[in-house]
């Protein structure tokens, strides 16, 4: 049995449902320090993204300005949700009041819906420029991809707004004045949302780049046959390559996002309520590292962005 004295509350005229989460000082900075480094770093390789892209007018291509969506959404998840969730988790006493709470939660989901949105757009950009090669420039150009772009933005903002307000239940409850959470339970808004923002988006990915590698591969073998002896063939097939080589890459952008966030969602679809202890914490945060990774990816399978990177912070971008 516990004793009182032995327990902290939110308000000092000892509500036992609101109680403070008792943790060591060390472990407290540890992981404060911890979360913020990931913050941080999110933050500043996304926005060597963002200049990367936005400065230099030759990497103006429709599938980087895909990429450029996507670390705008990264550096969202960087400057605003980590911290607050991290806020959220570290602190059970919420002291923000109810308007931030209800902020945090839909920029939440507003980065989980542009992320799978950008995904399912460069599988398309992808799918195209494997598979119809010959027509992918006149059909993909970087107006109509800043239009849909455009559309993912406005369709993501205006669907979660609608979510948040009609269909999620975000308090400070009466009960316990300072603490920010979903209340709990699946309804038909929590399935319907499931279904249109993780469900039909990931079923489309998964069949595009199942088609991707089933062309690739079959264009692979071209490579070897006696069709690539002429020289306007082995032009055709190092296009193809290079399409391919660009396909692999995003493909590990989009696995890295499933991975990042199917432990999550699995739990919170059906084990509705985390347990407290570090395995939670980690799957918790683990669909915000996908955030930091997304750039690291590009930084080790992108020269342009290796090229950019060292320009940008050398100062040197003025003469660029």
Not at 199 to 214: D, H, Q
Not at 264 to 271: E, P, V
Request: charged share 10%; glycine share 4%.
């Amino acid at each position: 049995m516990e004793k009182k004295e032995d327990i902290q509350y939110c308000f000092q005229d000892g509500n036992s449902t609101c109680r403070k989460a008792l943790l060591s000082t060390s472990i407290y900075i540890t992981l404060y320090i911890f979360f913020s480094l990931i913050s941080a770093v999110t933050v500043f390789l996304n926005i060597l993204v963002i200049i990367s892209i936005s400065h230099f007018k030759q990497l103006h291509t429709p599938t980087n300005l895909l990429i450029l969506s996507l670390a705008v959404s990264d550096l969202l998840v960087g400057l605003i949700v980590i911290p607050a969730m991290t806020v959220a988790v570290m602190e059970s006493c919420w002291g923000f009041g109810g308007y931030f709470c209800a902020f945090h939660f839909y920029t939440g989901f507003l980065c989980t819906s542009l992320s799978l949105g950008n995904l399912v757009l460069i599988s398309i950009d992808r799918y195209v420029a494997v598979c119809d090669p010959l027509l992918y420039h006149s059909k993909i150009t970087t107006t109509r991809m800043m239009c849909f772009i455009s559309i993912t933005w406005w369709c993501s903002i205006i669907y979660d707004a609608v979510i948040i307000k009609n269909f999620v239940n975000v308090q400070v409850p009466s009960r316990c004045l300072t603490e920010c959470f979903i209340v709990e339970g699946i309804t038909w808004g929590n399935i319907i949302d499931l279904v249109t923002t993780m469900v039909v988006p990931c079923s489309v990915i998964i069949t595009l780049y199942m088609k991707i590698f089933v062309v690739a591969r079959s264009q692979a073998r071209k490579v070897f046959s006696k069709e690539a002896a002429s020289v306007s063939g082995v032009k055709t097939l190092q296009a193809n390559k290079s399409e391919r080589k660009a396909a692999k890459t995003l493909s590990i952008v989009v696995f890295n996002y499933f991975i990042c966030w199917i432990p999550f969602l699995f739990i919170y679809s059906f084990f509705s309520i985390l347990l407290d202890n570090f395995l939670s914490y980690f799957i918790l945060f683990l669909p915000l590292v996908n955030s930091l990774i997304n750039p690291i990816i590009y930084a080790f399978f992108y020269p342009w962005f290796k090229v950019t990177a060292k320009l940008i912070l050398t100062l040197k971008i003025r003469g660029s």
